[in-house]
């Protein structure tokens, strides 16, 4: 059990340019869940799939934000035209289909916009 | 939004006292859990408990749950300076709403 990995683990960025964070979650873990974590509050749901699917999105989650895991395995968070306020702890988390009331999260991508 | 309030915030205590950390919240749940995140790192599931318990243990962990005050502690016995963390409770209910946090700092 290698765990919940996310890549790069830190992004510094300008203003205006683009991201993406690719999460890979446990192996054969059917739920993927994308948070965001802002200094000093808790983690707050962006979205989740199952499998391929998406099934909720956060209203959080505006157009410039795109999630996407196209084979039901990985999982990408890309942000457009990025905005200091997105500068938060993107976290990634996964859950095995016979216990989906447990998540298991990976050590999150820092985000830094300039 | 964050629906869960920790209460304290933050709460320093010596190394071998207990450590009890409550948590408020506002709507329904199947379970609530608690997680405990090192200062920059991942998050750590910690101890779940259904909506239909009133008390769970593991290890040195004691969870109650109270559903008609909408309420939930954590209790920390015997502390250790490795406890010293952040701890979230997490209302469950398709997806987790996490609360504010409690900073806990155990001084050696």
């Known amino acids: 059990d290698t765990g919940v990995s996310q890549d790069p683990r830190h992004k510094i960025t300008k203003r205006g340019q683009n991201v993406t964070f690719r999460c890979d979650p446990i192996?054969?873990?059917?739920?993927l869940y994308w948070y965001r974590q802002t200094l000093g509050q808790g983690p707050e749901f962006l979205t989740y799939?199952?499998?391929?699917?998406?099934?909720?999105k956060s209203r959080l989650l505006s157009d410039r934000f795109s999630a996407e895991r196209p084979k039901g395995s990985f999982s990408t968070l890309e942000i457009q035209r990025t905005e200091q306020g997105d500068s938060a702890m993107y976290l990634c988390?996964?859950?095995?289909?016979?216990?989906?009331?447990?998540?298991?999260f990976g050590p999150g991508t820092r985000l830094t916009v300039l | 939004s964050q629906q869960g309030e920790e209460d304290p915030q933050a709460l320093s205590i010596q190394e071998g006292e207990n450590a009890t950390m409550n948590c408020s919240y506002k709507?329904?749940?199947?379970?609530l859990q608690w997680y405990r995140q090192n200062s920059g790192r991942g998050l750590v599931h910690l101890i779940l408990?259904?909506?239909?318990?009133r008390e769970k243990h593991s290890g040195r962990l004691r969870v109650t749950l109270d559903t008609s005050k909408k309420s939930s502690s954590l209790l920390i016995t015997a502390s250790r300076a490795a406890d010293t963390a952040s701890y979230f409770c997490?209302?469950?209910?398709?997806?987790?709403?996490f609360g504010t946090g409690t900073r806990l700092t155990i001084i050696p």
């Open positions: 988390a996964s859950s095995p289909r016979t216990r989906t009331d447990t998540q298991y």
């Open positions: 192996s054969e873990h059917n739920r």
């Open positions: 799939f199952q499998n391929e699917a998406q099934l909720e």
């Open positions: 709507t329904s749940i199947n379970n």
């Open positions: 408990i259904r909506s239909n318990e």
């Open positions: 997490a209302r469950n209910y398709e997806k987790l709403t």
